[in-house]
């Protein structure tokens, strides 16, 4: 928030060109008295926002998890038997959908930054539930692997939509606890999605096999859910019908201590070419592919795990309801110690240790002990947390659109480069013990750990960089980080003490370029 009027004489800011940035554009028609708002007013329309797009992100990434997650649900109710898949064609039905979504990165980048944010997730949501709804009419590999391919082309837009919505209406020390909530539908997927198919695998067709059964019903759901993603999403705090115009200019204005933009709708290469040189980008990459690896082969054969340990197919899916429940609990419960904590790459270390207990009490307990499996198992679960944090680390460090938009994808290309990979290391002629796979994910817990703490180190190095050019230009050496903190956190003293310096919030400039971003680790 900026400071009160009569403080306002301690910060001299020089306005950016404001033909960079539609915020910039925004704010030049709004005179200086208009900007300063009360933390009253601040907090009402937080509470807006919250109200209206946590529900619209949350139930969009729920779907995108549902649909995408059926095929595990339905790898018990015979598929396949019924579609006659031999080898490891099941594990590559698993895999195409991330493969799509990998081939599909850049392109969800160069839309996020041209086309209106929330008309582009309503119509993928549309487009991939109709592929699912679609899929119900495939009886044979072939055919199962082209709209799995098409279902994971459309869904490519999810996250990285979820990613910049995030970035565009919340400052970021409220970005990680959203991010967490919307992530946290991984968890609700599994309650959820067991539910339904405990209930829809009890329905007896001559026609139907219960997979198409399931497919039909998630699909179709989807697509209704879409049209209201069309209606009430908006494309950003600018555009935000919902909101007066004094509740716009707040939205805006709170947002300048990210110094990371909001958007622009102007594609540059030069964002293009730093993202690819620097070298944080590629600590996230590394970091999410040593977690999607074991993320991907559990999502795909976690039913099929359960069910080694002599449960039946039933039972296997009320067991795994558990699973969802610990999951949500531990995004939840990561994004809140993350935010507590501010220390990300710790926290990240930890969940990591848990899992890897998880998958080493599968690998060394004797089938006999059902209860150990399945309590190793749900530690395992605790891998759900890592994502979101990734998710949200490199959101809260990059700045200017297209370098975030151009992040995002490189890091959500990691993430399905890693989804592609985990079920190959598993494979139906593994069972029930499935060594190799597990062996497998018990390593890249560990990796997992060591690049936390590399990013980290990394992250504490850029902030070390950034204090000496602040020295260089004459600016004081420490730059109060407002973005990250509370408004009861924030004293008078603080605001008085801000250098002079221009204001590049709104300048669609990098994080590398602009010596007052402070990198958060």
Known sequence: MPPPQDEITAVETREPDPGKEKAARFLAAVDDEQRVFTPEEEKAVVKRIDRRLLP?????????????SSLSYVSIFGLVEDANLQGQEYSWLGSILYLAQLVMQPVAALLLVKAPTGKLIGSAVFLWGSSLAIMAACTDFPSLLGMRFTLGAFEAMIAPSCVAVTQMWWRRGEQTLRTALWNGMNGVTFIVGSLFTYGLGHIH????????????????????FSFFILLLMPDSPMEAKYLNHREKVIAVERLRANQMG?????????????????????????????????????????????????????????????????????????????????????????????????????????REQKGVLLFGYYLVSFLAAITPLIYAWEAQNTAGDTK???????????????????????????????????ISNLILFVLTGVFAILTNIYLIHLNKKHSQKRQELGKSARVIDESMQKEKDKTVDEVENVTVREDKGFSDTTDLKNEDFIFVY
């Not at 990691?414 to 013990?433: F, K, R």
């Open 56 to 68: 619209l992100l949350l139930g969009a990434y729920f779907f995108q998890q549902l649909d995408k």
């Open 205 to 224: 067709s001559n026609t139907l096999y219960s997979y198409q059964i399931i497919f039909m019903f998630c699909g179709l759901l989807t697509v209704a």
């Open 262 to 366: 909001i958007v622009s709708r102007e594609w540059r290469w030069d964002h293009v070419q730093e993202t690819l040189c620097d070298l944080k980008t590629w600590c996230w990459f590394f970091l999410i592919v040593t977690i999607s690896i074991p993320s991907g082969g559990i999502s795909t054969f976690g039913n099929l795990i359960i069910k080694s340990f002599g449960y039946g197919s039933f039972q296997t899916i009320l067991f795994n309801i558990p699973f969802g429940v610990i999951q949500v609990l531990a995004i939840l419960g990561g994004g809140w110690l993350a935010t507590r904590f501010q220390r990300k790459g710790l926290v990240i270390v930890g969940f990591a240790l848990v899992a890897a207990l998880g998958t080493l009490l599968m690998l060394v307990v004797p």
């Open 404 to 438: 975030r938009k151009c992040t995002s994808a490189v890091v959500l290309i990691g993430m399905c480069a890693g989804n592609v990979i985990g079920p190959q290391l598993y494979s139906t002629s593994q069972a029930p013990l499935y060594r190799p796979g597990l």
